[in-house]
């Protein structure tokens, strides 16, 4: 099945793309993923279909460029806003997803198309965590963002994939004594500590 194929009669879903991020999130998170999966009344073998299709969509000669694709599947962004990062404008559109009310999947574009970054924040007018001590990031607690924020300055490390990124940074534990951290995320929600 090509999800690109206009003869295919099962288009890539929202809930199909929700299922992709959980496949990637399972890797440190089964228990999580498996809960999640249950609220979407849907099992593990959706998923590795919904994944084996997107990873299908990435590579068909006919794909299209990752805003169309975003577009496609999650329908117009609930915004559209200009982020200026450096020299650059960027564009930032935004869609919600039914798993995580309080985030918005995020797509940054360059001039030209090409796209920057594809991940979870935080939505607007969302109430934001602010962990205070190592103990308060629990996995899917907070965004990449919101951990830099509490512990700046945090430096961002390559990740173990493409949709994985590391932050490492010094926090202080419950009894105060600081140590320095490195924090894994997937799609930009934090999946665990990995020091």
């Given at each position: 099945m090509?999800?690109?194929?206009p003869?295919?009669?099962?288009?890539?879903?929202?809930?199909?793309?929700?299922l992709?991020?959980l496949?990637?999130?399972a890797?440190?998170?089964p228990?999580?993923?498996?809960?999640a999966?249950?609220?979407l009344d849907?099992?593990?073998?959706a998923?590795?279909e919904?994944?084996?299709?997107?990873?299908?969509m990435?590579?068909s000669?006919?794909r299209?460029?990752a805003?169309?694709?975003y577009?496609?599947v999650?329908g117009p962004?609930?915004?559209?806003?200009?982020?200026?990062?450096g020299?650059?404008?960027?564009?930032?559109?935004?869609?919600?997803l039914?798993?995580?009310?309080?985030l918005r999947?995020e797509v940054?574009?360059?001039?030209?198309?090409?796209?920057?970054?594809?991940?979870?924040?935080?939505a607007?007018?969302?109430?934001?965590?602010?962990p205070?001590t190592?103990e308060?990031?629990?996995?899917?607690s907070?965004t990449v963002d919101?951990?830099?924020?509490?512990?700046?300055?945090?430096?961002?490390?390559?990740?173990t994939?493409?949709t994985?990124?590391?932050?490492?940074?010094?926090?202080p534990d419950?009894?105060?004594?600081?140590?320095?951290?490195v924090?894994?995320?997937?799609?930009g929600?934090l999946?665990?500590?990995?020091?």
């Amino acid at each position: 099945m090509d999800p690109m194929d206009p003869t295919d009669t099962a288009p890539f879903t929202p809930l199909d793309f929700q299922l992709v991020l959980l496949r990637r999130m399972a890797d440190h998170q089964p228990g999580l993923v498996e809960d999640a999966l249950r609220r979407l009344d849907t099992g593990r073998a959706a998923m590795r279909e919904a994944n084996r299709r997107w990873q299908a969509m990435l590579r068909s000669p006919r794909r299209r460029g990752a805003g169309a694709r975003y577009r496609s599947v999650l329908g117009p962004p609930e915004s559209v806003t200009e982020r200026r990062i450096g020299d650059l404008t960027m564009e930032a559109a935004a869609w919600p997803l039914p798993l995580w009310p309080d985030l918005r999947f995020e797509v940054l574009t360059a001039p030209g198309g090409a796209v920057w970054n594809e991940w979870l924040v935080r939505a607007p007018g969302a109430a934001s965590p602010e962990p205070r001590t190592v103990e308060e990031l629990r996995p899917w607690s907070c965004t990449v963002d919101e951990v830099a924020r509490a512990f700046a300055p945090a430096r961002p490390m390559e990740g173990t994939a493409p949709t994985r990124w590391q932050l490492a940074f010094t926090a202080p534990d419950a009894t105060g004594e600081r140590r320095e951290h490195v924090a894994e995320f997937t799609w930009g929600l934090l999946q665990r500590l990995v020091r």
